[in-house]
């Protein structure tokens, strides 16, 4: 009824096939992976970067704490170099400038750099009232109505 197929006989059709192509992705899949790749190395080499300068930003918020305002500052004025358009990081270096700019005021220094760099690092800048409250607990007095005519101050 059934018959034996002869071994022969089948690997000899096995021979006459012709053998698939190799697959082969589509571009876009490559794009797509080449891409990811880049972005997480791109993530492995800037990661330690900015754990340093979140570091660095804690430390300078401890200091300000201690009242060490110039050290305070040194350290937000090391991450403005990193992350520029950083608003927690401006606002820190305008509150150090600021209690620099009143100590010097209260040794009767006529001298208004840090007055000048902490408006600098304010300008462009809107301010919650937060924000407002601690810059008014540091920021010589007399500075206060250039914020009240810009409107800053509610």
């Avoid at 990661?47 to 704490?65: C, G, H, M, R, S």
């Avoid at 305008?94 to 208004?112: P, T």
């Avoid at 000048?116 to 407002?132: Q, T």
């Avoid at 009240?148 to 101050?153: D, R």
């Amino acid at each position: 009824m059934f018959e034996e197929e002869n071994p022969l006989r089948v690997n000899s059709d096995l021979e006459n096939l012709t053998p698939l192509k190799p697959h082969r992705y589509p571009a876009w899949v490559w794009i797509l992976v080449f891409t990811i790749i880049s972005l997480l190395l791109y993530s492995i080499f800037t990661i330690p970067k900015y754990l340093t300068i979140a570091k660095k930003l804690q430390d300078a918020e401890v200091l300000f704490e201690q009242k060490n305002y110039l050290e305070a500052f040194m350290l937000y004025y090391e991450a403005i170099d990193v992350v520029p358009q950083s608003g927690k990081v401006k606002f820190g270096l305008a509150l150090a400038c600021f209690a620099l700019q009143n100590i010097n005021d209260k040794l009767d220094e006529e001298d208004e750099f840090w007055g000048y760099v902490g408006f600098k690092h304010l300008s462009e800048r809107r301010m919650i009232e937060n924000e407002w409250k601690q810059l008014e607990a540091v920021m010589p007095k007399r500075y206060t109505q250039y914020f009240q005519e810009s409107g800053i101050k509610k």
